[in-house]
T-cell receptor, first 115, second 112 residues
């Protein structure tokens, strides 16, 4: 089944404890992206990647890191999480070498709580 | 399921009615406008898109209308069903940018 998977789905952690949220897609998509979703703010892009070893900042990149060593994986790293990073996170992927596609495929989401 | 927002505008309709979900945008330099549907506990799912040089596009039970004069986008759902209950987001693909910009969403509630 074609899909985007994220792990973990739920995570409660404490301020300052490094964490990684994994994202993997099996559709051979070039473009991958991370979003956070907060009440009243919609989806905001954190980082995106046009292809392997190519990443760029989205609208809210502060406090996050990403890497794209393989085409299928795009982990989101929080080196020192803070309570304002408590949010619902979505990974997405789409076709599109050198451009983003209108149809992005989203993972199921990761609910992160930072105490 | 996951709560996606406590401050969302909500549209309540009866099953079988037609629904119209609206979206205002501010940026004129967008190539495409897109609608996504997010069901409780799931990620957003693509519904339909419309190129900026078009006024109307129809899909299966859905129609998107674009009025560039007043910068307004709408999604019409015909014969709304309980399975249409979800949060609907409009999004723009801005010229020269490799990303989609999402609106804040509208919750559609369909009662039997």
């Amino acid at each position: 089944e074609a899909q985007v998977t994220q792990n973990p789905r739920y995570l409660i952690t404490v301020t300052g404890k490094k964490l990684t949220v994994t994202c993997s897609q099996n559709m051979n998509h070039e473009y991958m992206s991370w979003y956070r979703q907060d009440p009243g703010l919609g989806l905001r892009q954190i980082y995106y990647s046009m292809n392997v070893e190519v990443t760029d900042k989205g609208d809210v990149p502060e406090g996050y890191k990403v890497s794209r060593k393989e085409k299928r994986n795009f982990p989101l790293i929080l080196e020192s999480p803070s309570p304002n990073q408590t949010s619902l996170y979505f990974c997405a992927s789409s076709l599109g070498r050198d451009r983003v596609s209108n149809e992005q495929f989203f993972g199921p989401g990761t609910r992160l709580t930072v105490l | 399921g996951e709560s996606v927002g406590l401050h969302l505008p909500t549209l309540s309709v009866q099953e079988g009615d037609n629904s119209i979900i609206n979206c205002a945008y501010s940026n004129s330099a967008s190539d495409y406008f897109i609608w996504y549907k997010q069901e409780s506990g799931k990620g957003p799912q693509f519904i339909i898109d419309i190129r900026s040089n078009m006024d109307k596009r129809q899909g299966q039970r859905v129609t998107v209308l674009l009025n560039k004069t007043v910068k307004h986008l709408s999604l019409q759902i015909a014969a709304t069903q309980p399975g249409d209950s979800a949060v609907y987001f409009c999004a723009e693909k801005r010229t020269g940018f490799q990303k989609l910009v999402f609106g804040t969403g509208t919750r559609l509630l369909v009662s039997p």
